[in-house]
């Protein structure tokens, strides 16, 4: 394990707010990259969202961490300039506002391209830089619908449900950093640098395995299932004696039979018309109703016990406080505690685990403008009394 990070000597600047954005430029500073947030004068507006503690969401720690903030008014002439100049000192751009926004401010891709190009331009947004719904506003919680993740999701007649986390803005953030990541491969070749185009429906769209070529080929819409997967049998969610439930996933062949036996169904176990998936599907309502039974008449615990002494995949539904004192997840760490104005704090750390170049949290984030000196005056060359006029104008904090 050396002390340096993949990304060490990339320069980021992350132009944007609230999540997607945000948490690409996250997931590039974990593992080495500089960047450098740019925030309007008044903050990120997620600084104060959710629990906040000493004026400060606790999200925001783990949000910005290894963050530089930077403060500019994008409004303003002065603030574009600036900004201008900071882009064509970056080797990498993520930006999350409306397709257009940046080319109105004189920071469009094509123009940083001229004196930079080597840029590389992540653009995060609702529905992609192109297309004729591109100018449609599009937060995660539209998006999830329109990129057909929320139609599979729920109970059969009911209204589709929500995970209770902004995963279509998540899962842009990850394509994202995945996208500026291939592009920098490709800049080695190159020198050249490219637009990475993410949007927020297309990063959902993303996650359907099969549900297109099953709709094309055999005219099937997948449909919400609850608790269990269409065509996978069984995986369900069970609950037991105790009030807990409990994940099984029983649909390959040989562990099918392990389930059962254990679960004191020998003639399911032995019946060759539940020998294979197929045939498991035709008889999920009776495999189902027989596993909610065993478990029902034993704890949680029991069945968890059992199962894994048989090698059948079983396991809990966690809470985060379940998760903070499982001794897994302590042994993998996956908690870091950063040090928040003298006070102690756990954020998650960040996927995947390298294993000689990981990543780490620096700093838990930083306060508004905490680096306008460092970046304004040190990389951009603005002396005490320019940094001065520019608090007192308005464009910084």
């Known amino acids: 394990m050396t002390g340096e990070r993949p990304l060490e000597g990339l320069r980021v600047v992350e132009m944007g707010q609230l999540l997607a954005g945000p948490f690409a430029g996250t997931i590039l500073g974990y593992f080495g990259a500089e960047v450098i947030k740019v925030e309007p004068p008044t903050g990120d507006p997620i600084r104060q969202w ?12 783990s949000l910005a961490r290894n963050k ?3 403060t500019l008014d994008l409004k303003s ?6 900004a201008f100049d900071l882009l064509c000192k970056a080797d990498i751009v993520v930006e999350n506002f409306r397709p257009g926004a940046m080319e109105e401010w004189g920071l469009g891709p094509e123009k940083v391209k001229a004196v930079n190009p080597g840029i590389i331009y992540a653009r995060i947004s ?14 995660a919680s539209v998006t999830e619908g329109y990129g057909g993740f929320r139609y599979i999701n729920g109970e059969p007649g009911k209204a589709p449900v929500r995970p209770n986390i902004s995963l279509g803005d998540t899962a842009a953030a990850i394509h994202a950093a995945l996208g500026v990541l291939l592009a920098v491969i490709q800049r080695h070749k190159s020198g050249e640098g490219q637009v990475v185009d993410v949007a927020l429906y297309e990063a959902v769209f993303n996650l359907l395995e099969g549900i297109v070529p099953e709709y094309d080929g055999a005219g099937v819409v997948r449909e919400p299932s609850g608790t269990t997967i269409t065509g996978i049998v069984p995986t369900n969610t069970y609950l037991c004696s105790d009030g807990k439930h409990v994940v099984i996933g029983g649909n390959g062949d040989s562990i099918f039979k392990r389930l059962m036996k254990e679960a004191g169904r020998e003639d399911m176990a032995n019946d060759p018309a539940m020998e294979h998936n197929q045939g498991r599907v035709v008889h999920q309502e009776a495999i189902d109703q027989a596993l909610a039974d065993w478990c029902g008449a034993n704890t949680s615990k029991d069945i968890i016990d059992r199962l894994e002494s048989v090698r059948v995949p079983v396991g ?5 406080e379940d998760m903070m004192t499982d001794p897994h997840y302590i042994a993998r760490g996956m908690f870091e505690s950063v040090d928040v104005n003298g006070s102690p704090l756990k954020i998650p750390a960040i996927a995947p ?6 990543g780490r949290t ?3 984030g930083a306060e508004i403008g ?5 970046i304004l005056g040190d990389l951009l060359g603005l002396d005490a009394t320019a940094l001065g006029a520019l608090s007192a104008d308005g464009i910084t904090n």
């Open 316 to 320: 809990p539904i966690y809470s985060v």
């Open 370 to 374: 905490a680096h306008n000196a460092e």
């Open 353 to 358: 685990k390298l294993s000689e170049t990981p």
């Open 50 to 61: 959710r629990e906040v503690r000493d004026g400060m969401s606790l999200w925001y720690h």
């Open 68 to 70: 530089k903030s930077v």
């Open 362 to 364: 620096d700093w838990p």
């Open 77 to 82: 002439e002065r603030g574009q300039e600036l």
């Open 126 to 139: 609702g529905y992609g830089q192109t297309g004729p719904f591109s100018a449609k506003p599009g937060y």
